[in-house]
């Protein structure tokens, strides 16, 4: 069926939210890739086939709803119930059965399955009164975790494609651009930069086509914000493109995302192909005589490509190599024509920005970061998992009051953000606000999200090593400075952890990294040397001890380190020696263990397996 | 090795004859065959009125694509920040270590290929090893012993 006018849109959606009302009790279940990964697939065929086989009254499968991540993936598998939020974690297949007689039969709870936080162990039946959630405020992720997964049906029935109807019905472009600057809204893929002035620049260019591309490519290891939404919610995200293709005049849009979200491409294709069908996408939408249709392309997995320049390329098939920016890329982008690029998350917010207005919007955060931001909280923290919180929440509130502190209770040391191109920030500096300016200020930087916690069993050195290791893959070798230039602060990062640098090492590392940021052609290599200058501005002491005192205090770097057992502690489990792959650990069963130390490259299998704490690093 | 090269015009019907259509068609390709044979590189360039040299250079560009044969079971490791913080290195070791091979490489018997790969956006789950499209989260390097049993005995 085609919906040809926006009366008939308002029809399907109240045909479609009587149909979603006919089972007021729902059971969700969060297919997020956390939960995945933990077997949700299994509980949700598990579900599906009990409830088949019992007809209970009132209740069948259409009742059941796979979801996209419901953002607390450390208590995966999660199972809600609807309509009262009952909140089951870590749920196992064979949990299903009692959930269905319990909660479905008898509306009553398993105990035994709620959540208890460890802070204050209180137990907590409704997942909504949970500090996780309770402290969170959901703009760009408002359906995820709530409706199917990839459903127009129930998309439309919460009012999805009503913001659309009403941009593309009641606005003129350069209405809905004024809208989108009154927001304030700016890109969530880290950079920053004002939407709404992006659209204004494109829009104004006399040229024809214009290209709409939403980067989909979430390059930075530790964030997975984007995936959530492309998954989860791809509807917001095609509906966000369409506003915007309608604001600066464009009729074909594309999605670039990433090879490795295998889930996302599907859900994505079928939600464009969804939105076809009712005529959402394609010729005259919804009878207004507006044309815009999306395509996806597939990425190659290469972390450049977030760039736009390179990004454009890509999606022409080319090779992504960024080019100098003389000529910016909504002057000439996709196919040298002028081309909007915005993040899957800014999309995401667009549909409510028009819906409810700029102002409403610029009301939540801070005056010159207004709404909130998507982050994946991970790492050594406690609650790791999927949030969105006010811009100007602190690093504290999110890392001690959502995440629930760091786990096992030991000592913070620091957070990363913005990826590779980001930085560390130390404990002192937790009481920043957590927005675009003042992140940047400290040395880091917002990027697209991912916050990766760090105890003091992260070694920063390390840190540092691995971020330049990966750009050094990732980087394309176009340029000199970025391609030779973080090869050589690489190599002198390793001379630290292996005790061999000096103290004037430091020196030459900080002077080039200073040329790598003046002489890099793109923001790979311009931002690059931060995780070493981020690390070097807060943490000069564990640099100073690798090469002073020739330790590592975390006890991570191999060449510094020595793993030994403790002869008082080891009771002679022998889990350690089958671990050990170099069959360096000797010793009988119920007799303290030995490690020759001849053999042992210290891979740490030991010491990650062995239960008692008998191992130590010195 | 002997390829069945039947199934590349269905690949190259599913896009446009052109230029713009290269990256995908060679992911076709590669999920296929599981890497990009010469032979269907050259047919590639012929279809898409592409240079070999681009089509090389765009084979060898990006990380999706393999100009050597890949195991029927590729293990890809995550080593994004988060499961490099929690342990990913470890968990490479003891599989290069139980596989007897390094990452990038095929066993012998082209069961299985070890790749590694920055970040599968599980970080909630870090450490994370996927079997095919099959993901493991919270991976030990004790429990990289079993997932290796289980997946040689099927």
Known sequence: ?618 | MKHDFSKLPEIFDRYPSAPESLIAVLQDIQKEYNFLPCHALEETAKRLGVPLSKVFSVSTFYNAFSLNPKGEKVIRICVGTTCHIRGSKQIQQQLENLLKIKAGETTEDGKFSIEVVACVGACAMAPVVAVNDEFHGGVTVANVKRLVKTNKKD
């Open chain 1, 1 to 618: 069926m085609r919906i040809e006018t926006i009366s008939q849109l308002k029809d399907l959606r109240k045909t479609n939210l009587e149909r979603m009302n006919k089972h007021p009790r729902t059971v969700l279940i969060c297919c997020g890739p956390g939960c995945l990964a933990n077997g949700a697939k299994k509980i949700s065929d598990e579900f599906h086939k009990v409830i088949k086989d019992k007809k209970i009254k009132g209740f069948s499968v259409e009742a059941l709803k796979e979801t996209g991540c419901h953002g607390f993936c450390e208590q995966g598998p999660l199972v809600i119930i609807e309509p009262d939020g009952v909140f089951y974690t870590k749920v196992k297949v064979r949990d299903v059965e009692e959930i269905i007689e319990t909660s479905i039969k008898k509306k009553e709870i398993v105990e035994r399955l709620l959540y208890t936080n460890a802070a204050d162990g209180k137990t907590y039946t409704d997942y909504k009164e949970i500090p996780f959630y309770k402290l969170q405020n959901r703009i760009a992720l408002r359906n995820i975790g709530k409706i199917r997964q990839c459903d127009i049906d129930e998309y439309i029935a919460i009012g999805g494609y009503e913001a659309m109807a009403k941009a593309l019905s009641k606005m003129k472009p350069q209405e809905v651009i004024d809208e989108v600057i009154a927001s304030g809204l700016r890109g969530r893929g880290g950079g920053g930069f004002p939407t709404g002035r992006k659209w204004a620049t494109c829009a104004k260019i006399d040229d024809e086509p214009r290209y709409v591309i939403c980067n989909g490519d979430e390059g930075d290891p530790g964030a997975f914000m984007d995936r959530a939404i492309m998954e989860g919610d791809p509807h917001s995200v095609i509906e966000g493109m369409i506003i915007a293709a309608w604001a600066v005049g464009s009729h074909n849009g594309y999605i670039y995302v990433r090879e490795e979200y295998p889930l996302a491409v599907v859900n994505l294709q079928k939600a464009i192909e969804q939105a076809q069908a009712l005529g959402l996408l394609g010729e005259n939408i919804l009878g207004t005589g507006f044309d815009f249709d999306i395509h996806v392309s597939r990425g190659g997995g290469a972390f450049v490509c977030g760039e736009s320049s390179a990004l454009m390329l890509s999606v022409a098939g080319e090779v992504g190599e960024p080019r100098a920016k003389y000529i910016r890329s909504v002057q000439k982008g996709l196919f040298d024509k002028p081309t909007v690029l915005n993040n899957v998350e800014s999309y995401a917010n667009v549909p409510v920005i028009i819906a409810k207005g700029g102002k409403w919007f610029s009301s939540i955060g801070t005056a010159k970061s207004t709404g909130t931001k998507a982050f994946s909280l991970v790492g050594k923290v406690r609650n790791t998992g999927l949030i969105e919180v006010p811009m100007g929440t602190t690093l504290k509130q999110i890392i001690y009051d959502i995440g629930g502190g760091v786990i096992k209770d030991r000592p913070f040391k620091a957070v990363q953000t913005g990826g590779p191109s980001g930085g560390c920030l130390p404990e002192e500096k937790l009481d920043l606000s957590v927005d675009f300016d003042t992140l940047t200020q400290a040395g880091s930087m917002m990027g697209s999200g991912g916050m990766i916690v760090m105890d003091d069993r992260t070694c920063v050195v390390d840190v540092a090593k691995y971020f330049l290791q990966f750009l050094i893959d990732e980087s394309c070798g176009k340029c000199v400075p970025c391609r030779e230039g973080l090869y050589q602060l690489h190599a002198l990062a390793v001379a630290v952890s292996e005790g061999r640098a000096t103290e004037e090492d430091l020196d030459k590392m900080e002077k080039l990294s200073e040329n790598i940021v003046i002489g890099s052609l793109c923001g790979l290599g311009k931002s690059g040397p931060n995780p070493f200058l981020s690390t070097i501005r807060y943490f000069r002491d564990e640099y100073l001890a690798h090469i002073r005192d020739k330790r590592c205090p975390a006890g991570v770097c191999r060449a510094l380190i020595t793993y030994k057992i403790d002869p008082e502690i080891c009771n002679g489990c022998m889990a350690c020696i089958s671990a050990c792959a170099h069959e360096a650990i000797t010793g009988k069963k119920k007799e303290p263990h030995f490690i020759n130390q001849d053999k042992c490259d210290k891979c740490g299998a030991c010491y990650a397996v062995c239960q008692h704490n008998a191992i130590e690093v010195v």
